[in-house]
Structure formats: structure tokens, C-alpha cells
């Protein structure tokens, strides 16, 4: 099972440089334990001249991605998700 994870971006690099890291162990773990299978983030990037539209670069985003997963997850990327303890 390929799970895919959509984020939208533009102009936040330190998120994104804190994020794909993050993102890359946080799926690791669950992918050790078996809960998922194979997994990518996409992070679709609108031009900077124009106004931010999340809802479109989702879609665009999903568009890329169906053919090759199983599921999909939208997410942003000024936000991390935690191991419970």
C-alpha cells in the first residue's frame, strides 16, 4: 500500500526545511512497525506572483499523486505530527 502526502507550499522555507526531515522520520516509524507501506510527500509550489490559493494546489497536487497511491493525506507544512507517548 503506497500512502501519499500532499502539501501545499510557497514561501516558507524554514517550514519546509523543518519538515520533510521530520516528516521522513515520523513516517519511518510507522513504516518499521508495519502500519504503512511505501509512502512520498509532495510538495506542489504555486507561483510567487499570484494569490495564494491552497485549495488548488491541493488538487493539483492530488492529480499528481493518484495513479500511484493507495491513500491520500493533505497537510501543511507549518504543522508536525507527534508520536503519542
Known amino acids: 500500500m503506497h500512502l501519499s502526502i500532499i502539501v501545499p507550499y510557497r514561501d516558507r522555507a524554514l517550514h519546509l526545511a523543518r519538515f520533510v526531515p ?43 499523486a493518484r495513479d500511484q497511491a493507495d491513500f491520500i493525506c493533505l497537510h501543511d507544512v507549518d504543522y508536525l505530527p507527534v508520536l503519542a507517548d
Open 22 to 64: 521530520h516528516m521522513t522520520t515520523y513516517l519511518d516509524h510507522f513504516k518499521k512497525g508495519g502500519l504503512i507501506g511505501e509512502y512520498s510527500v509532495h510538495v506542489v509550489e504555486q507561483q510567487p506572483d499570484t494569490p495564494f490559493n491552497r485549495g488548488k494546489l491541493l488538487n493539483c497536487g492530488f492529480h499528481i
